[in-house]
């Protein structure tokens, strides 16, 4: 029977919630088959709590989630598991008239509250109303104290963007209820959709809807569940924002007081699809997080798509999308086609646009405002709603946005667009020369030494650069159809002509090292490494024999011998190329300088330097976001070190800042370019290792489709990207698919590295890998021997790289029955990782994994369940318990913990 009144239990259902509460997360922290025996021993005399805690569990369950990152139908379980523990207790459904108004029908139901149109029945006058009435049944003083400031906190609001509070209460049978402005609209997405507005009409939606909650913020108010459904749009084209009845009352930090705090029981309301990172992993919510709420519904209004590729009726899923997918570029994510079915030409004219269209619009600046407001760490996002609204604005107005701030070339195309019927051809053409001549002259006064010698070097550049252009003049006239005789001239023929005339200039020193030092570039963009590193050798030994030395021209000379040398394999002579260059770069060449750190960098990251490689790409990152932000080898550094990241098992970070370097690339060069394929490709490995084989193959299947068209089908560039394409395919269990990309990318390579290089090793040990997941183990074992043969001479006995294949030819070594060898180059393999990374490391811990299979197979039960243990503990911690192959391990474990010794070891689907 329920309570006469909102006080008759004053005090015990909130004592009965903290005892059920912390006996349920405590539960959760054992396996799933000891919880039963410990709620058993510890309700022994409190048979209603065992009913409560179980309940609690067996929602957990359903839900895949924790009490941390609950949905709300398990927060409101909670709550009417605690009133409700007979069959005839109330439910917010069931209530029939509030005060004066009778509730007529149902507008909708959530985890927080049941919301019904109202109609004033007490003769007074007619009005119509909405009548939220929350799932959170009141119980005691300090609840309606709670619910008494909301409702004071409510009335305050005043703005027309907002459902204003009319009155509230609290129902006999002690539901608390809200009575508000009916507002009879549609959520803002169907209203978009249903007018068929275009991208402006929906920002002028949008702008509505930051400046109400602009308000709310400036009093204090979060709304914590901004979503289409609390956002609706009247006939008259006007926003109405609902729902600030689960708002938090900013405190200062200092102020932790119980009663302010969401996150105590029932605070924490979400929709899940529009949850921001933080809400999920129940740290401080604050501003920011409508920010990135807004950041979602801007996402969705302007490409019909989630910012996540995820089921969003997985919440497991979702959650896990939330907190480690980076959102997919706008421009991208509209061509995709949706799991709800829609197609881009419907998404596209629902925005009264083409598909093409629609992309290139939303490329650039709106992809740029919905990854800062959408990014994981809430410091990072815009630092306001305002601001946020302010950007939007500055894209309307055609002015350059903070979302991209930094990029002088972005700024001049955003001041001509914006001035484009003002400016006259007379005007742009000249302001085009004049920008290029002063970015000329920018660069030459940045590496001068002293004053007095600028005008000398400019005049010795000027000549050789005029030298040069007629060289390439007549180099080009080559393929003049009068001088080619209607045969097509190839770039190849080009270069070779050019390497021709250069080697034939006796007279100029400087002009001929000027002109084998650009045509070392060319080869080495051809994928010819072994021709571009000839060419600077002589570009070098030229330079020992002018007498007046360029240092710059120097550092450039022995920076590119360092990218030969590395593209090579000669990692060692790389460093020495790329050491070289630092000592004589001068002072001045700062951007230089950055680059160079760079590509040092990345040599200790394929030779697993990796606190080293951390120290030079921050070093890097600092020279260039102070004299190079926002450019290509600003890019190339953020790559590095997302690329690093991803090694440590940094999954979430790593992805954020790869997708930073795309943004950056995209910007530059467009998606139609290898430059931008280079930072993709790495991005899709990144997700992959993140374990999402999907996302990833999408941005390799594109950085694969450019680079095909582009280089041409036997660059060297090709054959990582097959390589990296197969591992992809591997994972989604596509192991013919990865064979046959294997079998291309080893043909490729073949052409252009020596055997014992690591691009070689990779791809050996894909096939190697691949033939493991096959179970053709002596097939894997021949490729691994000859990956491991080769990383031990190539990057030597302590790489990231050789402790891989040292594990998968153990694994491929157990499968032969050569157990004792298999142990042996294991435990060879785990000294390496852990001596690199730690003991915490996520390569650690699935070793020891696979460890345990390994002691399994040969009969030692209770060792391989000790290793097991402390393995599956690791990878938990490190990639959480959702990751297939984790949630196999503890399975497994499991099994064998209870006797099950016939169930076999699953296969490992993460960094092996």
């Known amino acids: 029977m329920s309570p006469a009144h909102p006080h008759a239990q004053e005090g015990q259902l909130v004592d009965q919630w903290l005892r059920a509460d912390s006996l349920f997360t405590e539960l959760l922290e054992l396996p799933v088959a000891q919880r039963a025996e410990r709620l058993a021993q510890r309700c022994v005399d409190d048979k209603p709590l065992e009913a409560i805690v179980q309940r609690l569990l067996r929602a957990e369950e359903r839900s895949s989630a924790t009490l941390d990152t609950a949905s709300d139908a398990v927060q409101a379980l909670a709550a009417v598991a605690l009133h409700q523990t007979g069959d005839d207790g109330p439910e917010p459904e069931s209530v029939v008239q509030v005060g004066p108004y009778q509730l007529v029908s149902c507008i909708g139901k959530g985890g927080s509250a049941v919301v019904w149109r109202g109609e004033r029945n007490d003769g007074e006058f007619q009005q119509t109303v909405a009548v939220k009435v929350l799932r959170r ?96 749009v009247t006939e008259s084209g006007q926003v109405k924002l609902l729902d600030f009845g689960i708002a938090k009352v900013l405190q200062a930090d200092t102020d932790d007081s119980p009663e302010h705090d969401l996150t105590q029981p029932h605070g924490r309301l979400l929709t899940p699809a529009y949850a921001s990172p933080e809400q999920l992993s129940g740290d401080r919510v604050s501003t920011a997080t409508d920010v990135y709420a807004l950041g979602v519904l801007l996402y969705r209004l302007l490409s019909g798509r989630s910012p996540y590729r995820a089921q969003e009726d997985a919440p497991a899923s979702l959650y896990d999308a939330i907190l480690r997918q980076v959102p997919a570029a706008l421009s991208i994510r509209v061509l995709e086609d949706d799991q709800a079915g829609l197609c881009p030409r419907e998404v596209a004219a629902a925005r009264d646009s083409t598909p093409s269209r629609l992309a290139r619009m939303l490329r650039g600046d709106l992809e740029a405002i919905c990854q800062v407001a959408l990014r994981k760490d809430p410091e990072h996002r815009y630092a306001s709603v305002e601001q946020l609204g302010f950007d939007i604005e500055r894209y309307r107005k055609q002015l350059p946005v903070l979302a991209r701030a930094g990029n002088r070339r972005y700024r001049l195309a955003r001041f001509l667009r914006r001035n484009a019927w003002g400016v006259s051809a007379a005007v742009v053409l000249p302001l085009a020369i004049v920008t290029a001549l002063a970015l000329h002259v920018d660069r030459l006064s940045a590496e001068r030494d002293r004053a007095a010698a600028a005008a000398k070097l400019a005049k010795q550049e000027a000549d050789k650069a005029e030298q040069i252009s007629s060289y390439l003049v007549g180099l080009f006239r080559a393929s003049d159809p009068a001088e080619s005789r209607g045969r097509d001239i190839t770039a190849v023929e080009l270069l070779e002509r050019g390497i021709a005339q250069a080697q034939a200039i006796q007279d100029d020193p400087p002009l001929q090292v000027a002109m084998l030092h650009v045509l070392g570039q060319v080869s080495f963009a051809l994928g010819r490494y072994q021709q571009a590193n000839e060419l600077q050798l002589k570009a070098l030994s030229l330079l020992q024999r002018v007498s007046e030395r360029n240092e710059t021209l120097w550092a450039d000379v022995l920076a590119d011998l360092g990218e030969t040398s590395f593209k090579l394999g000669d990692l060692s002579i790389a460093e020495e190329y790329y050491r070289s260059a630092l000592a004589t770069l001068p002072e001045t060449g700062l951007a230089r300088r950055g680059r160079i750190l760079t590509n040092l960098g990345i040599v200790h990251i394929v030779t697993s330097r990796y606190a080293q490689a951390r120290a030079l790409l921050h070093e890097a990152l600092a020279l260039l976001e102070e004299n190079a932000v926002a450019t290509a080898a600003h890019a190339t550094t953020l790559n590095a070190l997302g690329t690093l990241l991803s090694r440590e098992a940094q999954h979430s970070e790593a992805i954020d800042m790869l997708q930073e370097a795309v943004t950056i690339r995209l910007d530059l060069f467009g998606d139609f370019h290898p430059a931008t394929s ?73 052409q252009h590295h020596d055997e014992y290089t690591p691009t070689m090793a990779a791809a050996l040990s894909g096939l190697g890998h691949t033939h493991l997941s096959m179970l053709s183990f002596d097939e894997a074992a021949d490729y691994l021997s000859q990956a491991v043969a080769i990383d031990e001479q190539a990057l030597g006995p302590q790489s990231r790289e050789l402790a891989i294949d040292l594990a998968l030819l153990a694994r491929a070594r157990s499968g032969q029955s050569r157990y004792e060898e298999a142990e042996a180059l294991l435990l060879r393999a785990l000294d390496i990782a852990r001596g690199l990374f730690g003991d915490e490391h996520a390569l650690v811990g699935e070793m020891l994994v696979q460890n345990a299979g390994l002691k399994w197979q040969r009969g030692d039960v209770a060792s391989a369940i000790e290793d097991g243990a402390r393995g599956l503990a690791i990878l938990v911690n490190t990639e959480g318990a959702e990751r297939p192959y984790v949630s196999e391990a503890a399975a497994w474990i499991e099994s064998l913990s209870s006797g099950n010794s016939e169930h076999p070891p699953p296969l490992s689907d993460l960094l092996l």
């Open 678 to 750: 280079v930072v993709r490709s790495n991005l899709g490995i990144a997700l992959l290792e993140a374990g999402e084989p999907a996302a990833a193959e999408l941005e390799l299947q594109r950085a694969l489709e450019v680079d095909q068209e582009i280089l041409g089908p036997t660059h060297p560039s090709l054959g990582v990207l097959l390589n990296q394409m197969a591992s992809v395919r591997r994972a989604l269990g596509d192991q013919e698919g990865a064979i046959a990309y294997l079998a291309r990318a080893l043909e490729i390579l073949r």
């Open 137 to 232: 049944w009141i119980d005691s003083d300090d609840s309606v104290r709670r619910f008494r400031e909301e409702r004071r906190i409510l009335a305050a609001l005043e703005h027309p963007n907002l459902a204003r509070l009319l009155d509230g209460g609290v129902t006999p049978d002690g539901w608390p209820y809200f009575i508000m402005e009916y507002v009879d609209g549609i959520p803002i997405t169907e209203y978009c959709d249903r007018e068929r507005l275009d991208i402006e009409q929906r920002l002028d939606l949008v702008q509505q809807v930051i400046k109400v909650v602009q308000y709310a913020h400036q009093r204090l108010l979060v709304h914590r569940d901004l979503k289409p459904s609390n956002i609706l």
